[in-house]
């Protein structure tokens, strides 16, 4: 079944270019001109990816974001003009999942697609445990004691790459490439951003992280892990 | 340490010019108390010689008649005693005399006389010579007697020094004759003791000393205050121009009046005005202009991005053209990258050009990120057959750099190189120093003229417009380059011959802005690896 794929983007001419290209790749692209317009159409063909451009009339792309995440889960990738402004940290702050600059190739733009629409991994058929919260691996599902937390699709994974090798120290680059596809050198800003927003749902107290630790100078591991009984490493 | 309480001396001697040099106030007062001492003094000096001189003289004249008188009464008196018989009784006359003298020396410091008898003389009577009791006749000097003598018809005198109680005062001596009938020619000493004269000019000076004193004492602090009234304004404005400097725009003087201080404040005022309307303006501008620079940059790029798309979903099928539709669909494809590389140049350029620029600074090492640029650049360099080697002799620590501007310099420079290189080697070299990093990319290819080298930084120069460039090459690279390196507070120098190659070498302090003297790298380094490229014997390559 082809990924339905809703395109947010105010210039008509992008967006159906766009739109072109999806369909080359076998995506099912949907549009919308403005953030209202998105969100009505979030509603009626529940997208499987949303691309979202950062500059809308009326609600702004990041308040359209922010709004989306409210209720789901639902991969994000920004687009913005400008790659090297606050714009691209406060659009990731509010939720969405990857960004490409315009412009871009379109090669590029679907690569991030693909990553973000890869099946669930395989990893291991088991429940890690990380201090007093516990994955679900084949659910999909984080709890402390019986509370579930909702994570994006994303943060699972990141949580996940992190949980599967608890003594490991990943480098920003380790992280960028396992969880976002990125092979070459990327922004770490994704990263730190993305932590942040686990570290904000997982954690009791984000300013002093027990499950996502931090390891100065070097990157992330995961901390309190007690067994995780057959690694699939 | 005995150094250090010297230097304090020195400083502390030094004070007095260090003040006399700043303070207005201070030279102004001084001179003019120095002045106004000088012209007191010499006015004061003159004045108390005068009144010295008018004093003395008004005595001398007051004694000298006295004299006269003195003399010719007594002369009277002594022609007055001669009988009917023509003889005359020179004793009592003497006495009587004595009395009348004694009356007529009435003036202040009378000190008593003399009357001697002039020797020499034969007479058929002698009259005894008298004096007052009490008298020093060594002050009737044998001088005075002689000149008295010589010249009998007037009345001289003579300057003497009196001694009174052991006391030396000054005195005079005023001496007449007169003759005493039969008893012959007679000189008359009058004394005067000078000293009320001496007190009250010696009062006269020191009055005249401490007045002077006053008056430039009260001169010096009128000045000072009256200088002080007018440096004010100065001062004033001094301060107030400082503060402006400091960037405090509000700063304004006081317009006080109609004279030349308030002249002065109104066009200082004026000046202030116009200075701050002007940065006003000029800052609000460069807001303009960068919000433009960001505008435009938006509003640019997403037509690009859809020209961008649709050029590429048509090169994916570009197998299915004709030959001609093929190669057009390529071509259009390399001019839309170059159109995006141009745009991002042209945005970068005014970005610095609006002082919009802001260092994105990590700390980072500098090794990697320059491996990291050849590794980009390898396949490139392949293509033209340039190895592109490193040499690494420093620069290991961390640097605080911004990482996205340093690599596009040096890909700036390893991309020129390969263009130029003509498939020779290309080395870049890393070394460090105490203050600053280097990394300089060197190439044996085709060099540059000197009017080359030095238009290589100018904006959309080539040095060869139809040379192949693989590298994109819009212009504006060494350009963009040049303001990244300035933005760290470095330096880019540029060393080339034509026909043997060039360099170009990017100097930048350890931190961004800091200061620094000398350039880690020589310029151009000579490869150690290497050894055989360096400077060849030009014999050998005309052979």
Redesign the interface.
Known sequence: MSARILVV?D?V??AE??G??LR?EGYIPIQAFDGADALLKIAESKPDLILLDV?LPGLTGIEVCSKIRETSGVPIIMLT??G?TTDVVRGLESGADDYVV??????ELVARIRTRLRPASEGSNTVITLGDVTIDVPAHEVRRADTPISLTPLEFDLLLALALKPQQVFTREMLLEQVWGYHY?ADTRLVNVHVQRLRAKVELDPDNPVIVQTVRGIGYKAGGATSAADSAS | MIPQAWRAFLVALGAPFRFWRTSLLTRTVAITVALSGLAVTVIGGYMSLTIADSLFSSRENQILSETARAASTAQSLFENSVTASGSIDVETANTTAQTAIRAAQSSPGSSGFAVLRTPGQITPQTMTSTSTAGLDLSVVTSELRSRVVSEPSQIHYQSVTIRVEGEARPGIVASALFQVPSAGQYELYLIYDLQDVQSTLTLIQRTLIAGSLALVLAIGVLTFFVVRLAIGPVRQAAKTAERLAEGFLEERLTERGEDVIAVLARSFNKMADSMQRQIVRLANLSQVQQRFV?DV??EL??????????G??LY?QRDSYSPENSRTVELLITQIERF?IMLTDLLEMSRYDAGAVSL?VDEINLVPLVE?CLDQLAPLAAQKGSPLLLEVRGGYGESEVDP?RIRRIVLNFVGNAIDHGEGREIVTFVDSNEEAVAIAVRDWGVGMSPDQVLRVFDRFWRADPSRQRTTGGTGLGLAIAQEDAAAHGGRIDVWSVEGVGSCFRLTIPRTPLAGWDESPLPLPPESMIIPELNPRDVSEELA
């Open positions: 983007d210039d001419a992008l270019m766009i072109i290209v080359g500059m003009a400008k090297d315009k412009p871009f190739n379109p090669k050198k | 960001s940059s938006h790029r997403t037509p690009l991005t859809t020209i961008r798309l649709a590429d979903v994916a995006e994105e990291d996205r």
